[in-house]
Every structure is written in C-alpha cells, then in structure tokens.
C-alpha cells in the first residue's frame, strides 16, 4: 500500500465517523428539540459548556501535545510505552483536578440540577482514560472508527427509545455520559493491550514545559469557544436564550465535520514529514485542504444564509424560529474556523510554533470576552453570535499571518471566485422552490440537491475545477475497487 493510498483510507474511515457525527443531530434533533424545547436543551447546554471548560484544564494540553509526540515514536515499542505511560500518568493526575475544581466552582448550583451537574462531573473525570490522542498519534482510525460508529448508532436508537418527555433531560445528557464510558472503556483497552506500562525511565517533568504551553492554548481556546455561553446565561438568566444559541452554533459546527475529519487524519502525518524536513510534501497537503476548505464551505455558508428559516424549522420546530438570524450571523463559521484550524493545528503545531499559536489564541481570547461583555447585555444572542464571528475571523487572520511566514500558501484566487459565483446560484434556485411549495420540509428536500446538481455541474464542466474533478476520480476508483 503507498502512503498516499494509506491516507485517502484513513482519510475514508475518519470521513465515516464524521458521517455519523452528522447522522445523530440529523435524526435526533427533529425529535429531541420538540420534547425537550428550548429551555431544558439551554440548561443542559450551559451545564456541558462548563464541564467541557474544566475538560480543557484536565487535559492539560496533552491531546496535542501527546498527538505529536506518539507519531514521532509510534515505530518504537520502548519509546512509545515509555511516552504512554507517562501521558496517562499526567492525564489522571490532571483529570482528578480539574474534577474537583469542577465541584467547587460549581457547589451551590447543584441544587437546581444535581443529576446533571453529577453527569458532567463524571464526564471531566472519565476524560482521564479518553486516550484519543493515543488513537490519533498511532492513525488507529479504522479502530476509531467501526467503534465510533457504533456507539453513535446505540445513541440514536436510546434517545428515541428512553426520552419521552420534557423531565427526561436528565436521561438525554445522561445517554452521552454513557458513550464518553463507553469511548473511554474501549480506547483504555486498546491503549494497555498494545503498551507495556513501565515504572521505569519516567520522566514527567520533561514534558510540564510543552504541556504548559499547550494548556494555556487550549485554556485560552475553551475561553472563546464556551464562554460565550457561559457569559450569556450569567447576564441574561434566559435559558431559552441559550438553548436558541448552542443549538444553531451546534448546527452549524456540524458542517465543519468533513474539513476537521481531514486535519484530524494529516496532523499526526504532518508531523511526521516535519520532523523529517519533508517540507514539499507538507506544502502539496496543506495547498490541497486550502482549496478544498473554499469550494466546501463557501458554499454551505450560503445555503446556511437562505435556508436558514427551513432549516430551523424543519430540525428544530416553531419553538426554535426566534434562532433563524442567529444561523444567518453564524454561517459562514465552517469557512473561518477551517482556514483557521489549516493553520494553526496544521501549519502551526507541526512545526512546534507554540508560542505562536498561544499568542494567537490569547489574543482571541481577550477579544471574545470583550465583545461579550460588550455586546451581550444589548444583543443578548445575537450578541453572542457576533463576537464569536468576530473572534474566529481575527484569529484566522493572525494564524494565517504567522502560518505563510513558515509555508508558501498557493492562494487560488480563480477558485474562490469561481466558488463565489456558482454559490450565488444558489439564490434564484432556492427562491423557486419556496414559491412552487409551501412547507420548509418540500423547500429543503428540493432545493439542497438541486442546488448541489448546479453546483457541481458548473464547477466541472463551466470552470474545471480540480478539487472537485480529483475528488470525484477518487471516489470513482474507491467505487471500482470496492467492486471488484
């Protein structure tokens, strides 16, 4: 099998996982918003976004650091059990922690919700045995996957057979606790039947100094990415608020799933070719996710922007239209945070630019919390959707500045206006739909594949765009494969 083979599979298996990361919103959210409504999905939301904050602390930096580190040993058993050992050591430590900060920060809240506040604590402390890092720096993705898949598919099917009513909140967050044990039990599994665990040549202080550096990046990532969240509830006390807001940002992450699918599978490859000075492969893989994060997210922006009152209607129900301009705020997010994941865990990391891409993310940070506090109290979710807008775009543009002094970036001007154009159709096209049929359900049935027909058509045979010309020989050579 050639590397380039063995990356388009493993690129296939994590493409996979992504598909059922977009199934489980898909099939659920139809039914879980109308039983729980917005006011229960934004307490659940906020309980998760604070866990997930203390999840950050608790890791500690370690699934990037450790990511780089085990793709660099993963050829040598000895180094590698050492290298386990010693990041499994550090995540419990840290695990434990982060699981008491949690209960102090959070005490007095515990009355109003004790089984969810208990459910995330459990979550924070099972992070300790995720070993995801494990599983990415060794490209276990075809483990990783058939196990993902799995679970998920388990996951649909407890949702719609244990939550019936608005009380059963509790039973719906406690069903992903459910799968975090389940990950973790398979990954701990996976991870002590393949390593010896050793007592021996340990040395954790060595890795405190990258970790540290990992962590106030990742600390300073939760900040503007959950506390908007967190801030919006403190000022507005509106649970409907927050339910309307992570439920669109939710949404919308989910069409980032195949871009982040594809920089999961190249950042342990990566980092690699970096530490073998492979720079020409690096620069044809990073100008390859460049143009292939323009002609996917331009044009789902769009169709986020005019389909936004379909969408939400038909996902989430009536209950939910009040988001409809939040969605249309928050589209063109998959577009930024993929131009911004390009290069700072792509571009960045692998070349042990630290420092850099701390700075990036503090100075996000910094402006996230400003615009919150600013915008928030006036705007309330609306607010909220600016500044992470607003934050994600200036972060873009501080990554890309220190990513192209560090890799040539063939900007592909020709595409993105060949990209912009045909994305445009997409405006007359919807706007006939919506006037031959009368329900959001018809219009999106409709309208998405008759948008992507024109989209792919003029970009083959109008424009040629390369992207997607290669993108479907590959599929076509996978397909001819698979059938013989």
């Given amino acids: 099998m050639t590397p380039l083979t063995d990356l388009k599979n493993k690129f296939i298996y994590q493409l996979l996982v992504s598909a059922t990361q977009l199934l489980v919103p898909l099939l659920t959210y139809p039914y879980i918003t109308r039983v729980l409504g917005p006011a229960n999905l934004g307490k659940i939301n906020y309980v998760d976004f604070v866990a997930q904050v203390f999840a950050i602390f608790a890791a500690f930096g370690i699934p990037f650091y450790a990511t780089r580190e085990i793709s660099m040993v993963r050829d040598d058993p000895g180094k590698r059990s050492i290298l386990v050992t010693e990041m499994a050591l550090l995540s419990l430590f840290f695990s434990v922690l982060a699981t008491a900060g949690f209960i102090l920060f959070t005490w007095r809240s515990w009355h109003s919700s004790p089984v969810l506040y208990t459910l995330a604590m459990v979550n924070i402390l099972l992070s300790a045995f995720s070993f995801e ?180 209607g038909t996902v989430a129900g009536e209950k939910f239209l009040p988001a409809v301009p939040l969605m249309r705020i928050l589209a063109f997010l998959p577009l930024i945070i993929g131009l911004s994941n390009l290069f700072c865990f792509q571009t960045l990391v692998p070349f042990n630019q630290e420092k850099k891409f701390l700075g990036t993310v503090v100075t996000g940070c910094l402006v996230s919390i400003s615009l919150n506090f600013l915008l928030i109290p006036h705007l309330q979710e609306s607010g909220a959707a600016i500044s992470n807008m607003v934050t994600e775009f200036i972060i873009t543009l501080i990554s890309g500045y220190y990513a192209v002094k560090i890799m040539k970036f063939n900007i592909p001007v020709f595409i993105i206006l060949q990209t912009v154009i045909t994305s445009l159709l997409f405006i007359p096209l919807i706007m006939g739909c919506r006037y031959l049929f009368s329900t959001p359900l018809m219009v999106l049935l409709v309208s998405i594949p008759a948008c992507m027909f024109v989209y792919f058509a003029c970009q083959v045979f109008l424009f040629n765009n390369s992207v997607i010309r290669e993108t479907m020989d590959y599929l076509q050579s996978s397909l001819k494969r698979s059938t013989n």
């Fill in 133 to 312: 890092w494990y599983l990415q720096g060794t490209e276990a993705f075809r483990f990783s996957a058939i196990r993902t898949v799995s679970v998920r598919l388990a996951m649909i099917a407890a949702f719609y057979l244990l939550v019936k009513k608005e009380a059963d909140y509790t039973v719906y967050f406690g069903i992903f606790t459910a799968a975090v044990f389940i990950f973790a039990l398979l990954n701990s599994y996976k991870l002590f039947s393949e390593n010896q665990l050793t007592g021996r040549q340990l040395h954790l202080k060595k890795h405190l100094k990258p970790l540290w550096h990992f962590f106030l990046t990742s600390s300073a990532i939760s900040i503007y990415i959950y506390f908007d969240t967190i801030i919006l509830q403190r000022l507005t006390h509106n649970d409907q608020a927050v339910g309307y807001y992570t439920l669109v940002l939710k949404m919308v992450k989910i069409f980032l799933l195949v871009i982040l699918a594809i920089g999961t599978v190249l950042m342990p490859r990566l980092s690699y070719l970096a530490s073998t000075g492979n720079t020409a492969a690096i620069s044809k893989h990073l100008d390859q996710l460049l143009r292939f994060i323009i002609v996917t997210a331009i044009p789902v922006g769009t169709g986020l922007v005019i389909l936004a009152p379909e969408i939400i």
